[in-house]
């Protein structure tokens, strides 16, 4: 079974999926950190995405391993947001990722989370949430969690949206079968709580 969690970043996706696995005993999935690592290994070796898109080796878990080094760091500091950001706008990079991706939920119970994970990723997955939340929430969350100042993110966090949803290929968009969520004012537990009931609707 797959809960796939899209949603634009700061939305709470990290916490609330991570928390629904936990509460369902599902295995998580954070589509976004392969996309880190790709747009990474190419900031680091300036190349373009597409070349190294094919060639890492990425390992998700407690830690994120990119070709056998920890960078679980690494991929979250702004530079590699940017590239990151950058590295998904490529249509090569998304059809390698996404292959690895619906090979990875083909098996056992997930909770997914991405931009893309309901419409193009596992457009069958048993359970759609999209999660939104308003522009200076998400930046003000962003920024506690690393330590960086509101104004900052919420100019880059902007510029991001834009590239997200306005993209040609698999931009961010709410599939038409999926349940929205705003997580304005809501805390993590009442998100986890509403995802964890459609969760239970589907069994
Ligand atoms: O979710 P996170 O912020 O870690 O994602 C990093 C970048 O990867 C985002 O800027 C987004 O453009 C991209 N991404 C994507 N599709 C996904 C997950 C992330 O395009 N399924």
Same mark, same amino acid.
């Given at each position: 079974m797959v809960v796939a969690i899209d949603g634009? +970043?700061? +939305?709470g996706k990290s916490s609330v999926a991570r928390a629904v696995a936990a509460a369902l005993g599902f295995t998580y999935l954070d589509s976004g950190a392969m996309y880190r690592c790709v747009g990474l290994a190419a900031f680091e070796r300036g190349a373009e995405p597409a070349e190294v898109a094919g060639e890492v080796r990425i390992e998700l878990g407690e830690r994120i391993l990119l070709d056998g080094r920890d960078v679980t760091d690494a991929i979250r500091t702004p530079e590699a947001s940017e590239a990151a950001s950058r590295a998904a706008a490529d249509p090569v990079v998304r059809r390698a990722l996404v292959t690895q991706q619906q090979r990875i939920v083909a098996d056992g119970d997930w909770v997914a989370e991405g931009r *893309?994970?309901?419409?193009?990723? +596992? !457009? *069958? +997955?048993a359970v759609k949430v999209f999660l939104t939340a308003s522009p200076e929430e998400r930046a003000r969350r962003r920024a506690v969690q690393i330590g960086a100042d509101v104004a900052t993110v919420l100019a880059e966090q902007t510029i991001r949206d834009e590239r997200d949803t306005t993209?040609?290929? *698999? !931009?961010l968009a709410a599939a038409d079968d999926a349940v929205a969520l705003d997580?304005?004012?809501?805390?993590l537990e009442d998100v986890v709580a509403r995802v964890t009931a459609l969760v239970a609707e589907q069994r």
């Open positions: 634009p +970043a700061g +939305a *893309d994970i309901g419409t193009v990723v +596992a !457009p *069958d +997955a993209r040609e290929h *698999d !931009p997580t304005t004012g809501l805390s």
